[in-house]
């Protein structure tokens, strides 16, 4: 490991930490698995902690780190492809973790919750490039260029898949909603 100069310990100590909701929720998304999802986000740190050195100064970190952070999965996918598969059997699954805001009362808690439940599970039936990108748009915030350099793709491809997602997203929930109704 690369060895940092005294003076830009603590710069180091601090890298990044203002990402790790975002890089976590990404990681929920691509796994689907808290404990992975962890793994995952930690992974990624100790591989940006490893390369700090060689970053540019003025580089966009958040890019960066979303970038070793899919790289770290798709890596440990190629890895699993070959091994053994284990499903996960306690029941949990991954909901839309805190709602912004403060919650009045408890039907409106519930309500929320649903709504998130409707949307999670309308996101996880999209193909997985148009979850990614979706998610690396609308809920971390990232700029098209941004998505382009992490899914090492064309912005336009970016644009294209995103507008495709968003159509489906709109489908799926409109149809949830119409088999609400009938009920």
Not at 78 to 91: A, S, V
Not at 124 to 129: G, I, R, W
Not at 150 to 177: D, F, I
Request: hydrophobic content about 40%; charged content about 30%; proline content about 4%.
């Amino acid at each position: 490991m690369m060895s940092i100069p005294e003076t830009t310990t603590s710069a180091r100590d601090d890298f990044g930490l203002q990402f790790l909701d975002s890089l976590y929720r990404y990681a929920m998304v691509l796994t689907r698995n808290r404990t992975d999802a962890e793994d995952l986000v930690q992974e990624t740190y100790v591989r940006a902690i490893e390369a700090y050195g060689r970053l540019r100064e003025n580089s966009n970190v958040k890019g960066w780190l979303f970038t070793i952070l899919r790289n770290q999965w798709l890596n440990q996918l190629r890895r699993r492809r070959t091994g053994p598969q284990f499903l996960e059997t306690d029941g949990e699954s991954p909901l839309i973790e805190g709602l912004p805001g403060n919650l009045p009362d408890a039907q409106t808690v519930l309500e929320g919750l649903e709504d998130a439940e409707r949307v999670r599970m309308a996101i996880d039936k999209l193909p997985s490039e148009f979850q990614e990108v979706l998610i690396l748009r609308e809920f971390e915030e990232l700029s098209y260029q941004e998505i382009s350099s992490v899914l090492s793709c064309p912005a336009g491809t970016v644009m294209s898949r995103l507008a495709r997602a968003r159509a489906r997203l709109r489908v799926l929930l409109t149809e949830e909603n119409d088999r609400a109704i009938a009920c």
